[in-house]
T-cell receptor
Framework: KNEVEQSPQNLTAQEGEFITINCSYSVGISALHWLQQHPGGGIVSLFMLSSGKKKHGRLIATINIQEKHSSLHITASHPRDSAVYIC????????????FGTGTSLTVIP | EPEVTQTPSHQVTQMGQEVILRCVPISNHLYFYWYRQILGQKVEFLVSFYNNEISEKSEIFDDQFSVERPDGSNFTLKIRSTKLEDSAMYFCASNRGGNSPLHFGNGTRLTVT
């Protein structure tokens, strides 16, 4: 089992602000996913990380394997970024079970 | 871009009835999953399926649940005798295995009355 904690649980930001969402986990992993869940419920995969940093448009994800911690950053936030952001981890070595955080609900105000 | 499709989008059933939730994973994916999310709670793993058999299951996935790949494209979750607490959003997902990205369907909202 892996305990996955996210912070903050809720976040309200003004349009244009830089946003950081944090994820920590208790047991060493082989991969971490950042997911986005929209109000309708659908889940979209944003990033899969096993080390270092990845960037896609205004989104940046980093992971520190030694500290068991990952961050998701959103630059120049926009109201369409409003969603729940979920961190999910996969335990090695052969397990395909993913453990999910409780999610961070982000609201970006125009 | 290929996607995971789930049907129906919403299912209402009476307590004690059997339900079958259907999924069509992405065709070249090898691993299939079912997750559930009770309203307001985190997403929880139910089961993973590989090579026509269950590879892992959680403690939630008890004898009331079963999965099947009846043909080359569908992947189903059956709940034999639904309980009120089975009301949740059920997500199907697939990937190539290992550390490859997970692709989720849009979910089936199950309401047990």
């Amino acid at each position: 089992k892996n305990e996955v904690e996210q912070s903050p649980q809720n976040l309200t930001a003004q349009e244009g602000e830089f946003i950081t969402i944090n994820c920590s986990y208790s047991v060493g992993i082989s991969a971490l996913h950042w997911l986005q869940q929209h109000p309708g419920g659908g889940i979209v995969s944003l990033f899969m990380l096993s080390s270092g940093k990845k960037k896609h448009g205004r989104l940046i994800a980093t992971i520190n394997i030694q500290e068991k911690h990952s961050s998701l950053h959103i630059t120049a936030s926009h109201p369409r970024d409003s969603a729940v952001y979920i961190c999910a981890v996969r335990n090695p070595p052969t397990g395909n079970q993913f453990y999910f955080g409780t999610g961070t609900s982000l609201t970006v105000i125009p | 871009e290929p996607e995971v499709t789930q049907t129906p989008s919403h299912q209402v059933t009476q307590m004690g009835q059997e339900v079958i939730l259907r999924c069509v994973p992405i065709s070249n994916h090898l691993y299939f999953y079912w997750y559930r999310q009770i309203l307001g709670q985190k997403v929880e793993f139910l089961v993973s399926f590989y090579n026509n058999e269950i590879s892992e299951k959680s403690e939630i996935f008890d004898d009331q649940f079963s999965v099947e790949r009846p043909d080359g494209s569908n992947f189903t979750l059956k709940i034999r005798s639904t309980k009120l607490e089975d009301s949740a959003m059920y997500f199907c997902a697939s990937n190539r295995g290992g550390n490859s990205p997970l692709h989720f369907g849009n979910g089936t909202r199950l309401t047990v009355t």
